[in-house]
């Protein structure tokens, strides 16, 4: 049945909201060879496709979802982007999610969907193997997530999967997300209020075509391979048992838990909150997305959703000061059900908390709520007030950044942002090269971008000899961070591309030498094996930096430089107050200039060098930086 | 006796790699909707339990087939089906009382376990070991594993055992 070779059904669906249109259109050849695919892909649609200068929410934008050849395939394959720029951020801006959706889009025939102009009323898009439609979601239309994806299985069968939105994105929050079969989300950048924006409510999709391996041996045995090193490796047994989860009480001894909107980095209840008492009194069955092998997520008892993640139990947890699991896990049931961004809702509420511990907020501009830290009823009715808009919601639903602007001077240096996006949790202070990865990331600040686990594992004379200082080996190390958020970038950023997942595939080897020996060895073999491309490691790896050059390229076309990769003054001039971090600050300046030096980026700017272009053959950018004058 | 068991179902995730294994074993591509086993999702209870054919002594599938379309292949003793001979009438997966029969949707006929001819590709990628191939050593082990349970129970340890057996002969120079 594959039309295409291995690893990629060979069509794009291309939808008009606003004609109404729907079209078929081959994945062009020389996408594959230079992006790969998932985020590679919708990287360069977005160059080519939509002007820098598109507001988010207005028609110009566009909202791509995105598989790559590994997706359905692979061990870990699961994951789809979706990428628009992002009401919060105003740039370039993308999510991921991972779950069954992905898979089912892939067997239905389709590489990605790009989703142009806005219907004149609530649709929903059916995709059912060759047959697509659009359909009237008034019905649909301000239900919950849960409500929706139940609706949606009523009609069509157990058996499809979904992505919808809920009430936040249809009130334009800007950090809305989008759901996956109701648990899964693309939570980061209010791609939820983009796709509201176009008046799409869900997307519903069957699929069962077969997906074609070139070379079936190669694939097995690169596949048991991976399997025997998962089964061997203790750290994996850890992420199979506690999850992400499994992260806080390490965070805790490492000073890098987030606590109080960033006061602090230690948290009085963090055993409370902790991956270990999740998994004993809360947890009735493993879980994990499509053809995972590390299974990290659960079930929780409580609601029977998906257990919450180490970014949910913080931001919803220590982050808002709350100790209470109970009170952690409604509100995570509750931003589920409208389907927001738990790491910015977090953020948003601990904002508004310790505006009102400094007496910048009364109660009274609170809706008569005595919001201070900890207190998790409050948190939770602000998640209400936030998603519906409802009475002091409505400030706090444009996000920190806005919210502060509108408050006045008194509360920035509470805003815990990088360009205009909430800071996710691990404490910059503690671990300054996840924090130099918050500030270059291409969608906001973000961890998953870098994931410079190295930080936490590699021993002195190896940090010295793989990215040039013994300092890259501590969590409160500067240098030698420059070079390995770039190497972490390229790293996981090829996981992006190939549609795998960044824990199933990096993060599950406990010793750093082990992973960067094998470096992307058996990622890169089942790509050769699965799409019969002879794609070297080398060219995989160079592939990931011209993804991420191409996204720079785009937020320097957005007006972004090196001025806006800056902390809040909290971090990068206010030690940390206590615990295992104490005393450090982020030196985020020496840390950039190393960044930029290794990705052959302009210090001063961040701009990529015309060399830098050249050689990954990204000439169309040098076209429009001159023509801009940027070079 | 041999089937593919499911040995601990506390631990399947449903990630579904056993369909995935299983269609290419028996497509050469991946379709986990054409695989002989299934992962069953009963959401709402939180279980996920694969289902499998149980290799039945008197299988009601072939005892309800109007064409004998069912037949034992001689090389590896198991019952599979010949799609040549099938009508498509679909009673063998009614007649399964473990539900273990699948349905493929575009050729129309059963798919039902043929145990991958001796190698269970399903029990080979089950990362938790859910699903277990129930061959000769198998049971050999699992009943080792009995017999010192009822050995541990009994003497509270193996060297208590060999103590009592030591016991029983007494000699003196």
Known sequence: MAIYRGGYTGTILRINLTRGEIRKEPLPEAIIRDYIGGRGFAAKV????????????????????????????????????????????????????????????????????????????????????DRVELK?????????????????????????????????????????????????????????????SKNLKCIVTHGQHDLEI??????????????????????????????TPGLIMMLQNWGCLQTNNQRTAVFEYAEEISGERVRAEYTVKDAGCYGCMLRCSAVEKRYLGKRPEYETLQALGSICGVGDLEDVLEASHWADHYGVDT????????????????????????DGLELSFGNGKG???????????????????????????????????YAMVVKNVEIPSTEPRGEKGRGLGYLTSTRGPD???????????????????????????????????????????????LSDMLGICKLGWTYYSSTMPRLINKGLTLPSRLFQAITGMELTEKELSVAAERVTNLERAYLTLQGISRKDEVFPDRITKEPLPEGPSKGSVHESDL????????????????????????????????????????? | MKRVIVKSAEVCSGCGYCEIACSLEHLHAINPKKSRVKVVDVHEQAVTYPLICRQCEKPACQAICPVQAFYLDEKTGVLKVNFDQCIGCGYCVEACP???????????????????????????????QVLQFANEEYHKARREEIVMGIIEKKYGSVENLHRQYSALYQWKK
């Not at chain 1, 892939?106 to 059912?128: H, M, N, Q, R, T």
Request: hydrophobic share 40%; with cysteine; net charge negative.
């Open chain 2, 98 to 128: 473990f539900g273990a029969i699948q349905w493929d949707d575009e050729r129309n006929v059963p798919l039902k376990c043929d145990l991958c001819d001796g190698d269970p590709k399903c029990v080979k990628f089950c990362a938790p």
């Open chain 1, 214 to 243: 070139v070379d079936q041996e190669a694939y097995k045995e690169t596949v048991l391979e991976y399997l025997s090193e998962i089964r061997s490796d203790p750290s994996s047994k850890r992420a199979s048992t506690l999850g």
């Open chain 1, 379 to 413: 948190m939770i009715a602000m998640i209400h007030k936030i998603c519906t808009r409802e009475g002091c919601g409505n400030l706090f639903a444009d996000g920190v950044a806005r919210a502060s602007r509108q408050i006045g001077e008194a509360s920035y240096p």
């Open chain 1, 343 to 366: 790491i910015s809702i977090g953020k948003t509420i601990s904002f508004a908390m310790e505006l009102y511990e400094e007496g910048i907020l009364k109660s009274s501009d609170l």
């Open chain 1, 136 to 196: 009237d979601a008034s019905n649909l239309w301000g239900q919950d997530i849960y409500t929706t994806h139940h609706l949606i299985q009523e009609e069509y069968g157990s058996s499809v999967h979904t992505v919808a939105i809920g009430p936040a994105a249809e009130n334009k929050v800007r950090f809305a997300g989008i759901l996956v079969d109701a648990h899964h989300a693309f939570g980061r950048m209010g791609m939820g209020a983009v796709m509201a």
């Open chain 1, 447 to 493: 961890h998953l971008r870098s994931l410079p686990f190295a930080e936490r594992i590699l021993k002195p004379e190896e940090a010295k000899r793989l990215f040039g200082h013994e300092d890259a080996s501590r969590m409160t190390g500067a240098k030698g961070k420059g070079n390995m958020v770039k190497w972490s970038e390229d790293f996981v950023g």
């Open chain 1, 591 to 631: 840390m950039l200039d190393e960044y930029f030096k290794a990705r052959g980026w302009a210090v001063e700017t961040g701009i990529p060098k015309e060399e830098t272009l050249r050689r990954l053959g990204l000439e169309v950018v040098i076209a429009k930086y001159k023509a801009k004058g940027l070079l």
């Open chain 1, 46 to 129: 977005m160059f080519d496709e939509v002007p820098p200068e598109t507001d988010a929410f207005s028609e110009q934008n566009k909202l791509i979802f995105s598989v790559g050849p590994l997706v359905g395939i692979a061990p870990s394959g699961s994951r789809v982007t979706a990428s628009a720029i992002s009401p919060l951020s105003g740039l370039y801006g993308d999510s991921n999610a991972g779950g069954f959706w992905g898979p089912e889009l892939k067997f239905a025939g389709y590489d990605g969907i790009i989703f142009e102009g806005k219907a004149l009323s609530p649709v929903y898009l059916l995709i059912d193997n």
